[in-house]
């Protein structure tokens, strides 16, 4: 067994988070967070360096790399900022990587150079008003005209749609299916068609990269813009989810010693009883637990990285690692807090940021209630 990353890996995680360290400051960090700002000017730059096109096959513009450099690159993207991660994830991961595994051909080489340049940013959108772990139960209805579809419909919590420029809309196309996973049907979206509206929502935490409802009101959409087969986009949806899986853990693994770091910095600056309270064992075991905490998340996440690259099936593998990167996260920012006391909680340090944004992971790409389903399933249970 190898645990080690070969030297182009150490030199791309390197590079990453130079960039990171160099892009992601504190104050951007602010004014992006607290005014539900997308990163426009981050983004931009991670096009430049390339890491838009980190995983599509070189013909399509990328760089051809694997699940291992984009498990690295989320990794320290989580390190800089969860911001960084979660704006490059909805467009590279939830949207690229689908139009990969099950777009058209025509769809990969018009939509892909475009991501990988950061000309284009998709969003993914699945999840409804009614439709929520239930995944399969989708409404929104795209009717069969021929040569194009008219959809009509909401869809909710659609990351990034407000600054995307195609959505990957998955629909129903046949009324009342034997199977609520038979008859649906997936389509690469133009955000701007007519009929088309995109309301932002509040939220807790990771507001630079909100979410949305998106309603749709007979939006025209033409047939080549279908993705894999009609009527059969449930299993295409099942393709991208290890992909899925695997990059939100990264971010959580990343984000979670960026916390740690900060408690730890602040733990041996702050000084109570004449010493700093980073002496005191009570301390000292609260971020020892989160150094362990945040070790087994990475270690999970790699081994899903090693599987998908090995082509190992790892449905129980990449729950596993979505479930315990996400809980340690929030368990990890909690004691973030604790550790600093009152100053956790105030606006002028970080804590209280990195707590709020820390919450959702347990909630987005899958609750921990149907991961541990999951779970408990391949388990043969
Ligand atoms: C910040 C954020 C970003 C998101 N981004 C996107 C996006 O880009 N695109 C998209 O399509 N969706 C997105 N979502 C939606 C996300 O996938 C859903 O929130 C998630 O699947 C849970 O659905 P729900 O919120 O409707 O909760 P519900 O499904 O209503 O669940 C409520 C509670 O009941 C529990 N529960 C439900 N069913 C069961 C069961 N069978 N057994 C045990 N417990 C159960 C859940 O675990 C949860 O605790 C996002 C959500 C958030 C919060």
Redesign the pocket.
């Known amino acids: 067994m190898d645990f080690g990353f070969t030297p182009e890996q150490d030199m791309l995680r390197d590079s990453v988070r130079r960039f990171m360290a160099k892009e992601c400051r504190r104050d951007y960090i602010r004014a992006c967070s607290d005014n539900d700002r997308f990163p426009a000017e981050l983004y931009d730059r991670m096009a430049a360096q390339g890491y838009m096109g980190l995983p599509f096959p070189e013909q399509y513009g990328g760089s051809g790399l694997g699940p291992m450099e984009l498990a690295i690159f989320l990794e320290e993207a989580g390190y800089g900022w969860y911001g960084a991660g979660t704006s490059y994830f909805?467009t590279v991961v939830?949207g690229g990587y689908n139009v990969l595994l099950y777009g058209s051909e025509a769809q990969k080489r018009e939509v892909l150079p475009k991501v990988a340049s950061g000309q284009m940013k998709l969003?993914?959108?699945?999840?409804e008003p009614n439709v929520?772990?239930?995944?399969a139960a989708v409404e929104l209805f795209a009717e069969d005209r021929g040569d194009h579809f008219v959809l009509n419909g909401q869809?909710?919590?659609?990351?990034n749609a407000h600054v995307a420029d195609r959505i990957v809309t998955v629909t129903r196309t046949t009324r009342q299916p034997a199977r609520k996973h038979d008859g649906i049907t997936i389509f690469l979206v133009d955000a701007r068609a007519a009929g088309i509206e995109i309301r932002p929502l509040r939220?807790m935490g990771?507001s630079a990269t909100h979410?949305n409802e998106v309603f749709f009101r007979d939006v025209r959409v033409p047939r080549e813009a279908m993705m894999g087969r009609q009527d059969e986009g449930w299993a295409s949806l099942n393709s991208g989810l290890g992909i899925e899986r695997l990059s939100v853990a990264m971010m959580y693994a990343g984000t979670s010693q960026a916390i740690l770091d900060y408690a730890m910095g602040y733990a041996k600056e702050r000084r109570q009883f004449g010493q700093p309270i980073s002496s005191f064992q009570a301390v000292q075991h609260k971020l020892a637990d989160m150094q362990m905490k945040t070790d087994i998340a990475r270690l999970l996440g790699y081994r899903v990285a090693w599987m998908l690259e090995k082509g190992l099936p790892c449905f129980k593998e990449m729950s596993m690692a979505k479930l315990w990167a996400s809980e340690a996260l929030f368990d990890i920012a909690n004691n973030g807090v604790q550790v600093m006391g009152g100053y956790g909680v105030l606006k002028d340090y970080d804590m209280e940021l990195f707590f709020r944004d820390s919450r959702?992971g347990m909630?987005?790409?899958?609750?921990?209630?149907?991961q541990r389903?999951i779970i408990a399933r391949q388990m043969g249970l």
């Open positions: 909805t939830l969003a993914f959108a699945l999840s929520g772990s239930d995944a869809k909710m919590f659609t990351t939220q990771r979410t959702i909630i987005g790409a899958g609750a921990s209630e149907i389903t």
